[in-house]
């Protein structure tokens, strides 16, 4: 069972930073591709960023430039650094592990960001 917990969300004035985190449990972490996505009301989930077991990135052109995703095997964590930030970004923020045809979901950790 791979249980993912995010962390890290909050209020942030626009031009502020961030950084979540999402622990990972389970025994997959590092061969499992992770992602953060984002579901903003009335929206679809979209994806942030994405890391995958070699460490290769990919980003929403949305957020390329400002965010960064990042791990750490060891700690079988996965981080994003938010910087930037606009009011757009106003999201419920979810952590996403991906290996082979498996797909885990964190419960989600809020960030608003004022104007």
């Known amino acids: 069972q791979v249980q993912l917990v995010e962390s890290g969300g909050g209020l942030v004035q626009a031009g502020g930073s961030l950084r979540l985190s999402c622990a990972a449990s389970?025994?997959?972490?590092?061969?499992?591709?992770m992602g953060w996505f984002r579901q903003a009301p009335g929206q679809q989930r979209e994806l942030v960023a994405r890391i995958t077991g070699g460490s290769s990135t990919n980003y929403a052109d949305s957020v390329k430039g400002r965010f960064t995703i990042s791990r750490d095997n060891a700690k079988n964590t996965v981080y994003l650094q938010m910087n930037s930030l606009k009011p757009e970004d106003t999201a419920v923020y979810y952590c996403?592990?991906?290996?082979?045809?498996?797909?885990?979901w964190g419960r989600g950790t809020q960030v608003i960001v004022s104007s």
């Open positions: 389970g025994g997959i972490f590092r061969r499992a591709a």
């Open positions: 996403n592990a991906a290996y082979l045809s498996d797909n885990y």
